[in-house]
């Protein structure tokens, strides 16, 4: 009652000092129902906020409202189809305003298109595998560090104007709201902020307005480097650089970044490679508005479940699910193999005639022809996971704990889904201790159909076994589509 709301309660409950509990006297009352008199309740709630509690109840038990009759009572159907009904739209105008929303933004950033180019594939590999040259810079040999002005939030009206109020915190890019303030004090955007207490590192576009005086600014000082993903890629790398160094008891300051170091990829030349920076920003900006795209596309079909929509798929989304075998390499492919043909590839020194290139683009991982590779599955002994005929996604295996992965392993024991050397299985072992350290003492190849047998090995007999892969994705037959050119 203090503040007058309705709420439908579905389960019992305890109630407290001031509030009221209105039991339905007819049949069929639910949440959708609830909801349609909550309406008509809410519209006339203003005419008890002046009452006593006392008051109240009379008040209450006199209030008149519209329902829908059928036969001399509340036609519950016809309430329920029709809060059904409104649920739909809303959800629809709710759905259709997020995706609005997006196309919007992806305009804006200039990402309709999120297929990463072959430069920014290989940006990607290139941090991931550690290839890249790095080396450390002086922070003040490569930006101009100043203290920021100081600015107490008593002194400023939140919402006066239209200039950034900046803080240490770390939500939302570190604004707290958009001010008006005294010009002179202003901080130049395109630059880097750096917390002094907090080390929150935030890159800053525009010109905005600073909280405390202990806060850095910093501006690049070569002009190439002043691009909005060079100075993102700078952000990560001040914060990696300098976070083991300070804490809240021992904040960074102008005077101790003096002697600090940022870690920065490198040109040939030895100069700082601002063009990379770009470009494997512009690449993960890419991956994350892919994510964005298929989290919005889940939460659409989670919704219409929710409220028992049709599932109604598009002939293109159809198209975009298939999984395409092509005759050559294209960008977002891995090497496709029969388990025939990859026994010459897997054996050392030796190559194989692939079967085919697969497009794996948008699987939900990054496709690497290097590290990834395919083949066909073949049998029952992994049902219900992987299927007769399903294709698998394998990294190939270099060492490193197996226990619990399926693995493709090359061994001396006949496989009966595969009639050879090589079988797709779930990796187990068990270890011992001894002075030389620990060991296997058994090692298993598991099915998941118990309707077929494990394979079993002693630890002196383990040479006769080989891990070729560990398994990464299946993909299910129904979408493969036959070699194609596209």
């Known amino acids: 009652m203090m503040g007058m709301r309705f709420f439908y309660m579905k389960h019992d409950f305890y109630a407290g000092q001031f509030t ?30 002046g009452l006593l509690v006392r008051d109240f109840e009379n008040a209450f038990n006199n209030t008149e409202i519209v329902v829908p009759y059928k036969n001399g009572t509340v036609a519950v159907d016809y309430i329920e189809s029709r809060i059904r009904e409104l649920e739909e739209s809303r959800i629809r105008e709710l759905e ?83 001010i008006s303030y005294k010009s002179d004090l202003i901080e130049r955007g ?58 809240w008891g021992d904040s960074i300051s102008k005077a101790k970044i003096q002697n600090d170091e940022v870690f920065l990829p490198i040109a040939d030349d030895g100069t700082i490679d601002f063009a990379f920076m770009e470009t494997y920003i512009t690449a ?42 092509l005759p050559e390499y294209r960008e977002g492919c891995i090497p496709l193999y029969t388990l025939r043909a990859a026994c010459g590839h897997f ?11 697969i497009d794996v683009y948008e699987q939900g991982f990054r496709p690497d022809a290097e590290r990834q590779f395919a083949v066909y599955a073949k049998g029952h002994s992994m049902e219900p996971k992987i299927q007769d005929g399903d294709i698998c996604v ?20 006949k496989d009966l889904d595969y009639g050879g050397m090589y079988t797709i299985k779930k990796y187990h072992s068990e270890k011992v201790q001894d002075k030389d350290g620990w060991r296997h003492s058994k090692i298993e190849l598991q099915p998941l159909n118990k309707e077929y047998d494990t394979i079993t090995w002693a630890e002196e007999k383990s040479e006769e076994y080989r891990t070729i892969g560990i398994l990464k994705k299946v993909l299910n037959q129904i979408n493969i589509q036959p070699v194609v050119e596209r």
């Open 284 to 325: 993960v900006k890419k991956q994350c508005i892919a994510r964005l795209k298929d989290e919005i596309a889940r939460e659409r079909k989670a919704y219409e479940q929710a409220v028992d929509f049709a599932s109604n798929e598009s002939e293109a989304e159809n198209r975009k699910s298939k999984i395409f075998v």
């Open 20 to 49: 009221k509990t209105a039991f339905p006297l007819f049949d069929g009352f639910n949440e959708r129902v609830a909801l349609w008199f909550i309406s008509w309740f809410d519209k006339s709630s203003q005419k008890y906020l």
């Open 190 to 247: 395109n630059s880097i902020m750096i917390g002094g207490k907090t080390l929150v590192v935030t890159y800053q576009p525009n010109d905005f307005f600073s909280n405390d005086s202990h806060n850095l600014v910093l501006t690049i000082n070569n002009e190439v480097g002043r691009t909005e993903s060079a100075q993102l890629y700078m952000v990560a790398a001040l914060y990696k650089s300098l976070s083991p160094k300070y804490s």
């Open 96 to 178: 259709a305003s997020r995706i609005r929303e997006l196309e919007a933004y992806l305009m804006a950033a200039g990402f309709e298109d999120c297929t990463l180019t072959q430069s920014e594939l290989n940006a990607l590999r290139c941090i991931d595998k550690g290839y890249k040259q790095m080396r450390s810079f002086r922070i003040v040999d490569e930006f101009t560090v100043a203290n920021s002005h100081n600015i107490l939030k008593s002194d400023v009206v939140f919402g006066s104007g239209a200039t950034p109020y900046v803080t240490a915190s770390e939500g939302n890019n570190s604004i707290v709201s958009y």
């Open 394 to 413: 394998f990294e190939w295996y270099h060492g490193g704990s197996r226990e619990g992965e399926i693995v493709l392993t090359e061994c001396n024991q």
């Open 347 to 357: 054996a050392e020194g030796q190559e194989a005639e692939k079967e085919g290139w």
